[in-house]
């Protein structure tokens, strides 16, 4: 399994919860399991041409996740977090 932490701008997909367990050998098929469980939660991370969104940061552990494909491993902690901006 593989921890998800989700950032409360997706809280409304996941009914409030932030940490979540997820199966997949990638950053594609966890998003996928948890998309299973939570329609429209991948949408909202990955656009039409499967590319990660501006808006939206990806960590396994500590290291930055750049593309879907990205292997996990189980007990990795997947952190998906919503870049801020401002002005």
Known sequence: MIN????SQLHSY????????ADGATV???LDDLDRRFP????RVID??????PHMRLFIGKEAARDIRAPVRPGDELMIFGALSGG
Do not use: C, Y
């Open 48 to 53: 039409e041409q499967a590319r990660i969104r």
């Open 4 to 7: 998800v932490f989700v950032p």
């Open 14 to 21: 996941t009914g409030g919860v932030s940490r979540l367990q």
């Open 40 to 43: 429209g939660l991948k949408f």
């Open 28 to 30: 594609d098929a966890v």
